[in-house]
T-cell receptor, first 109, second 117 residues
């Protein structure tokens, strides 16, 4: 069964304290891996797409990487406005997105 | 500038009273999706339309129906809401189903939070 597992469930950081979020997956026929940011009471906002192992994407303080079994979202020197839930999703062979439960990130000033 | 718009943002209905949630898009995308998301849970796909073709997920309850009268609009109908249907309902769109090269991401609306009394 296709599955996406994110860890940790929650992460509390001080402003400027870099860290990484993990997304591990088991899926047949991976067609892409997506990272989304979700603020409370809002819909997921697209951040990155990764297609193949070794690929990396960057946006401001965020950097996403992909291996054959997992993806990492690295956050460098986070700010309070980076506080949100970060969702990972894989696009499986039938064209559906399988989401993880997310990592809730809190960044304290 | 909003591209996927859901109305209403908050909906309260009574147990067993039919309710309809609305989604519109300005992206002219072929595919529209409905997801259910409960607190601290992953979004769960209910169904999608590829153009006019409706595709139901196997575990979506019969209580949930959808209509897509044109490219821009899609509706979620819950015929007899139960307490377990209280959730955030998310609408999303994408240009295609990602079965070819260069898949474009799904774009989400801000959801409708449904409460059942």
């Amino acid at each position: 069964e296709d599955q996406v597992t994110q860890s940790p469930e929650a992460l509390r950081l001080q402003e400027g304290e870099s860290s990484s979020l993990n997304c591990s997956y088991t899926v047949s026929g991976l067609r892409g891996l997506f990272w989304y940011r979700q603020d409370p009471g809002k819909g997921p906002e697209f951040l990155f797409t990764l297609y193949s192992a070794g690929e990396e994407k960057e946006k401001e303080r965020l950097k996403a990487t992909l291996t054959k079994k997992e993806s990492f979202l690295h956050i460098t020197a986070p700010k309070p406005e980076d506080s949100a839930t970060y969702l990972c999703a894989v696009l499986e062979s039938q064209g559906n997105l399988i989401f993880g439960k997310g990592t809730k990130l809190s960044v304290k000033p | 500038d909003a591209m996927v718009i859901q109305n209403p943002r908050y909906q309260v209905t009574q147990f067993g009273k039919p309710v309809t949630l609305s989604c519109s898009q300005t992206l002219n995308h072929n595919v529209m999706y409905w997801y259910q998301q409960k607190s601290s849970q992953a979004p769960k796909l209910l169904f999608h339309y590829y153009d006019k073709d409706f595709n139901n997920e196997a575990d979506t309850p019969d209580n949930f129906q959808s209509r897509r009268p044109n490219t821009s609009f899609c509706f979620l109908d819950i015929r007899s809401p139960g307490l377990g249907d209280a959730a955030m309902y998310l609408c999303a769109t994408s240009r295609d189903r990602g079965l070819g090269q260069g898949h474009q991401p799904q774009h989400f609306g801000d959801g409708t939070r449904l409460s059942i009394l």
